[in-house]
């Protein structure tokens, strides 16, 4: 069993930034690929990006290049989503995950979640 406890999330204004935080727990030996997902009201939950626990390869949806960066600490068992240039659509409730694969898009393929923690940018 992995238990993940995410932090960071807030009110921003539009261009501002957030630092959201996922750490895990349990049998972390299980974990090859990290990732974080995102879920406005109304709407499915989307892939946002996603990182490799050994070698740090990552993978970001069209909408976020360049502006969100996804990170992680392997000796603490905790990674990160950097989030500059917020806009308003990026508004919603930012879950981490973890898979037991490595780098994927999908959420059916991960096994373990957050709680979520919710991002509002005004503008």
């Known amino acids: 069993q992995v238990q993940l406890v995410e932090s960071g999330g807030g009110l921003v204004q539009a261009g501002g930034s957030l630092r959201l935080s996922c750490a895990a727990s349990?049998?972390?030996?299980?974990?090859?690929?990290m990732g974080w997902f995102r879920q406005a009201p109304g709407k499915e939950r989307e892939f946002v990006a996603t990182?490799?626990?050994?070698?740090?390869?990552?993978t970001y949806t069209d909408s976020v290049k360049g502006r969100f960066t996804i990170s992680r600490d392997n000796a603490k068992n905790t990674w990160y989503l950097q989030m500059n240039s917020l806009k308003p659509e990026d508004t919603a409730v930012y879950y981490c995950?973890?898979?037991?694969?490595?780098?994927?898009?999908?959420?059916?393929?991960?096994?373990?979640w957050g709680q979520g923690t919710q991002v509002t940018v005004s503008s």
């Open positions: 349990g049998r972390t030996s299980s974990i090859y690929g």
């Open positions: 995950a973890a898979n037991r694969l490595g780098l994927r898009l999908r959420k059916d393929d991960y096994d373990y």
């Open positions: 990182i490799k626990w050994i070698g740090g390869d990552t």
